[in-house]
Structures are given as C-alpha cells and as structure tokens.
T-cell receptor, first 112, second 116 residues
Framework: ETGVTQSPTHLIKTRGQQVTLRCSSQ?????VSWYQQALGQGPQFIFQ???????GRGNFPPRFSGLQFPNYSSELNVNALELDDSALYLC???????????FGEGSRLTVL | AQSVTQLGSHVSVSEGALVLLRCNYS??????LFWYVQYPNQGLQLLLK??????LVKGINGFEAEFKKSETSFHLTKPSAHMSDAAEYFC??????????????FGQGTTLQVKP
C-alpha cells in the first residue's frame, strides 16, 4: 500500500459544472503531482506542487487549478467541465523533488 | 523534448513464456526511464527505473529492463510469465532536462494478456 489516498473514487458531473478532487499524500512527502488518464491512454501530467507552490505544469488550460496545503494534502479543481474531461485523475506524491513517485488509485470522473 | 513510444498496444503470451514489452524513447538529455504496472481499477506501481547507473535494471516481480542508448530502447522482459502478470504496462521518461523532475511522460501503454 502506497499511502496516497484519493477521494472521491468515482463521480459523475454534467458539462459546465465544477469539480474538486482531493489527495492525501503519503506521510513525509512534500511534493505532489496530478495526472489525467483518459480511457485507453497513458497518464498525462497536469501539474506539480512543492511546499504549497506550483512548480511545473503540463499542457492543460487554466480551468485546471490546484492547491497544496501545509499538511501537504492537495486538491485538483476543474471548472467549466467538458465531455473530454472524463478520465481517471491520478495523484502521486514523492518524499523529495526528485524521489520516486507513489500513486494513489485515482478518482474516476465522468462528465455527461 | 522527451517522448515515449510503446510498440504493440496488446501482447499475449502463454503462462511460462517469455514476456517482452517494447519501449523506445526520445530525449535531448540523458534520460531517466521507468516502467509502471497498472492493475484494473488501481493506480500505478513502479516496476523499475533507470537513472544512469547500471544499464540492466532489475525490478520487482521478476521483471528487468535493459537501457540501450544506441537503440534508444528500454524494453521490459520477464523470463516466465505468470497469470498474475496480466495488467497494463506503461513506459515513462522523466522530463528532468527542463528541471521539472516531477513530470513523467508516459507511453500509450501495453496490455499484457497471459493465457493458461
């Protein structure tokens, strides 16, 4: 067990709505990354947070935003949901900025 | 920019047979390479990683991979497949060349089927 927990595990939203996904990092990990995995595809990097600051971002529009809290837990927020946002969203934490990534089991978002 | 290509979206082997999953990469800097496994409805688990040390890397569950710079390859092998190896496998390269060590670039994945 990796110790990275995500919630909710499944959720359904409608187009135009907003969603917040949550991640609790493994104890002692100060860096968290978020990935989007569409069905049948490999994960794609959304962004990374280190000590509450975003320090890397992939090719995702600004309606994808995040937060990291002092206890190193994290949120992914997506505004104005589109059908193509339907995917498995994976959170991964690491003990240092270049350490091994430990992934959670993901939150599966369906946008109708 | 880094990229990864996994050759073959589906691979089927018989139990006990050799497993070979192919991965080719493109990188402008010496790459860090990874293989992850994903079981249904689960997250990703690291099998092994290459970070410029030994070119033959041994991982968990009997898997290993060899880094071949001349071929820009990092193929994953296991001498004898087990039914429990059936899963999705992803090859990934780290985008550390840009200083962004948190960003992994994944291939499309290969589904491994193991037949009894």
């Amino acid at each position: 067990e990796t110790g990275v927990t995500q919630s909710p595990t499944h959720l359904i939203k409608t187009r135009g709505q907003q969603v917040t996904l949550r991640c609790s990092s493994q104890s002692g990990h100060n860096t968290v990354s978020w990935y989007q995995q569409a069905l049948g595809q490999g994960p794609q990097f959304i962004f990374q947070y280190y000590r509450e600051e975003e320090n890397g971002r992939g090719n995702f529009p600004p309606r994808f935003s995040g937060l990291q809290f002092p206890n190193y837990s994290s949120e992914l927020n997506v505004n104005a949901l589109e059908l193509d946002d339907s995917a498995l969203y994976l959170c991964a934490s690491r003990p240092t900025s270049d350490g091994e990534l430990f992934f959670g089991e993901g939150s599966r978002l369906t946008v109708l | 920019a880094q990229s990864v290509t996994q050759l073959g979206s589906h691979v089927s082997v018989s139990e006990g047979a050799l497993v070979l999953l192919r991965c080719n990469y493109s990188s402008s800097v010496p790459p860090y390479l990874f293989w992850y496994v994903q079981y249904p409805n689960q997250g990703l688990q690291l099998l092994l990683k290459y970070t410029s040390a030994a070119t033959l890397v041994k991982g968990i569950n009997g898997f290993e991979a060899e880094f071949k710079k001349s071929e820009t390859s990092f193929h994953l092998t296991k001498p004898s497949a087990h039914m429990s190896d059936a899963a999705e496998y992803f090859c990934a390269v780290s985008d550390h060349g840009s200083g962004n060590t948190g960003k992994l670039i994944f291939g499309q994945g290969t589904t491994l089927q193991v037949k009894p």
